[in-house]
């Protein structure tokens, strides 16, 4: 019996369908959530573009944490691109990751699950997710089978592909 879901979110619409089901799941079964992000920098210039058009997120994570960042490169690409660790851009960069999970997380509790973590890492994605699968003990892990990724002619992503074969648990790939 399933007793602890994770869902992997890179903040795309497909990651947010996998929440949906996630979450209907643990509603169900009333089981705990975690929802998990990986932040990293060198994304693919692809990724990079797809989180230009997502910019409201840099301002949902100026209100939340209302706090001045003087160098901060103006566009997404140079803030992820940036990667001097001790920037403003990698404390921007982690702020959104928390938009994007707090995101998910109130669509989880809309949708009935009742216990909800986050939890980050900064860490290849595939396998930033099996760690936090591993740490919180999950036994279901669902993800979208697109993220941010712009290869229309890739079926299945990297990072989807990767947890696959590689998790020791059910994994759920959301279309
Ligand atoms: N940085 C990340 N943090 C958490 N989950 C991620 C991350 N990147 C991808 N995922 C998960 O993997 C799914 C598939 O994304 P991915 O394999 O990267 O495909 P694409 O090549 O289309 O970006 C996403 O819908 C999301 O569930
Ligand atoms: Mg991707």
Redesign the pocket.
């Known amino acids: 019996m399933t007793k602890h879901v994770l869902?992997?979110?890179?903040?795309?619409d497909?990651?947010m369908?996998?929440v949906e089901l996630a979450a209907e799941i643990a509603a169900k079964f009333e089981v705990p959530l975690t929802v998990?992000?990986?932040?990293?920098f060198g994304r693919p210039p692809?990724?990079l573009a797809?989180m230009a058009e997502v910019e409201h997120l840099v301002e949902g994570a100026k209100t939340r944490a209302p706090v001045d960042f003087p160098n901060v490169p103006d566009t997404m690409l140079g803030l992820f691109s940036d990667t001097r660790p001790e920037g403003d851009s990698m404390r921007l960069v982690t702020m959104i990751?928390e938009e994007?999970m707090e995101r998910a997380a109130d669509r989880a509790r809309e949708l009935g699950a009742k216990t909800i973590d986050t939890r980050?890492t900064v860490d290849d994605?595939?396998e930033?997710?099996l760690s936090i699968a591993e740490d919180v003990g999950a036994d279901m892990i669902?993800?979208?089978?697109?993220?941010?990724?712009?290869?229309k002619r890739?079926l299945?992503?990297?990072?989807?592909?990767?947890?696959l074969s590689q998790a020791d648990c059910t994994v759920m790939?959301?279309r």
């Open positions: 869902v992997a979110t890179d903040g795309s497909t990651a369908k996998a998990a992000h990986a932040i990293h692809e990724e797809r990751g994007i980050s994605p595939a930033g997710i669902v993800i979208g089978h697109r993220g941010l990724g712009r290869l890739v299945l992503g990297s990072v989807a592909q990767k947890v790939a959301v």
